[in-house]
T-cell receptor, first 111, second 111 residues
């Protein structure tokens, strides 16, 4: 089976812009979770989608949003980018057994 | 404040040495997962433990889940340079897809 794929791998944006990141889960996995990883805060949970519905949400501002499509692919959007949004954004897909498999991440740099 | 505390934060050892890293919490988890992450990549799942007191072995790696399901340890025997990486533990509380991560232990094994 192909693993979790994320696009793009690298992105540079300017403060105030918005960005959309994409994640394709492992075939057959219906749950997709998003995380932000920074050196100072570690891995922090953003949200989880299951069958096109947000099932869990972390403590991030409303500028961070996501959605999931009928084929389980997911996107996350960050609006009005801030310097502090620079991070590695990771997507993980889960089977019914709950084990999470991560993609390689999207490295976002905000200047 | 991290829900899961990992120690030590950094560990640098020589090839062939043994080591143990810890993952502690005041919360009870339904399951606990260990991951290893290399620079520029997403975390790779090593093991999932679900039963209090459970011990799992993966070649030179031994994982233990505490009896009360609040803590876990990872022991590596005869460490090798290929073991270098960031070791993360993650606990599942409400459902297995709502995972909370520790800050990680960054291990360096010198040849």
């Amino acid at each position: 089976k192909a693993g979790v794929t994320q696009t793009p791998r690298y992105l540079i944006k300017t403060r105030g812009q918005q960005v959309t990141l994409s994640c394709s889960p492992i075939s057959g996995h219906r749950s997709v979770s998003w995380y932000q990883q920074t050196p100072g805060q570690g891995l922090q949970f953003l949200f989880e989608y299951f069958s096109e519905t947000q099932r869990n949400k972390g403590n991030f501002p409303g500028r961070f949003s996501g959605r999931q499509f009928s084929n389980s692919r997911s996107e996350m959007n960050v609006s009005t980018l801030e310097l502090g949004d620079s991070a590695l954004y990771l997507c993980a897909s889960s089977s019914n057994q709950g084990e999470q498999y991560f993609g390689p991440g999207t490295r976002l740099t905000v200047t | 404040t991290q829900l899961l505390e990992q120690s030590p934060q950094f560990l640098s050892i020589q090839e062939g040495e043994n080591l143990t890293v810890y993952c502690n919490s005041s919360s009870v988890f339904s399951s606990l997962q260990w991951y290893r992450q290399e620079p520029g990549e997403g975390p790779v799942l090593l093991v999932t433990v679900v039963t209090g007191g459970e011990v799992k072995k993966l070649k030179r790696l031994t994982f233990q889940f505490g009896d009360a399901r609040k803590d876990s340890s990872l022991h590596i025997t005869a460490a090798q340079p290929g073991d270098t990486g960031l070791y993360l533990c993650a606990g599942g509380r409400y459902n297995n897809n709502d995972m909370r991560f520790g800050a990680g232990t960054r291990l360096t094994v010198k040849p």
